[in-house]
C-alpha cells in the first residue's frame, strides 16, 4: 500500500489478505454495534504496533510504517505484546500519570456517544441529522419524512466557494446493524431525477458491499457517514459532546535558582 493508508484501506487489505468471509467480517462487537468485532481487534494491533514504534498515525487518521516498522521483517505477537506491557510498568513507574492515549481509550467516548444517539427516538435524531448539517455549512435543510419516499429523510443545499450550489437528498439510519447495499441501491433509485447528490448518515457502519456500491462506475455517488464519522464532527461541531482540556502545571525550578 506505498507504506500509509488510512484504517478503512488497512481493515479492506488485511480482510482480503485472511479471505474473511463476509458474515465474519461484518460481525459486530458487544452488544452498542458501533464497529466490528474484526475493527475491534485490528484497532487493538494498531495500538500495540504503535506502541512497539513500528506503525505511527497522524491526525488526520492515516497509519503509516515507521522506519523500523519499514525494515522489520516480521514481529513475533506474544514477544510484542510482553515488550509494550514490560513498557508500560516502566512508564507508570517512571510516571504516574500516564499520558499516552491509545486508540482504545480514544474510542470509549465514542462508545458512549453512539449507544446515546441509538437509544433517541427516530424523528428526534432526524432533527439531530438536520442540525448536523445546518452547524456543516448547509442552507434550506428540511426534514420530510414521508413514509414510502424511498427512504429520503430531507434535503439541503451546499454552497461551494460562494458561487455553485447542489441540493443533497439525505437519509438518516438509527441503527444497530451495518446497512448493506441494498438500502444505498434504494435511496439512489429514489434520487433519480430529483438530485444528483446523496448522503446516509448512520449511527453503525457500512458493508464494505455498501461502500462499493456508493462510488460504483457510472451511478450518481452518494456520500456515507457512519458512526464513527459522525461521532467525530458531532465532537468538532460541539453538538452534544463537551471536551474538558486540563490544565498542567509545571515548575520550573531553574527559573527559581536563577534569581
Known sequence: MGGSGSI?????????LLNLPADVAELLHGDTGAETEWGFRAAWARTYLKKAGLVDNSIRGVWALT??????????????????????????KAEPRDKDVDERTEGDWKDQLLSVLKSMDPAAFERLSQRLLRESGFIEVEVTGRSGDGG????????LGGLISFN???????????????????????MIGRSD????????????????????????PIDLIDGELLADRLRELGLGVRTRVVEEV????????SI
Open 8 to 16: 478503512r484501506e488497512i481493515d479492506d487489505g488485511l480482510s482480503d
Open 168 to 190: 443533497v437528498l439525505f437519509q438518516s439510519k438509527r441503527s444497530t446493524e451495518n446497512v448493506g447495499a441494498s438500502v444505498v441501491r434504494d435511496f439512489r433509485g429514489a
Open 152 to 159: 429520503i429523510d430531507g434535503h439541503g443545499t451546499i454552497r
Open 250 to 257: 509545571e515548575i520550573d525550578e531553574e527559573w527559581f535558582a
Open 197 to 220: 447528490k446523496g448522503l446516509i448518515i448512520t449511527t453503525a457502519g457500512f458493508t464494505r458491499e455498501a461502500r462499493q456500491e456508493a462510488t460504483r462506475d457510472g451511478a450518481p
Open 67 to 92: 522506519p523500523e516498522g519499514a525494515n522489520d521483517g516480521g514481529v513475533d505477537p506474544k514477544e510484542l505484546v510482553r515488550e509494550v506491557q514490560r513498557a508500560q510498568r516502566d512508564r507508570k
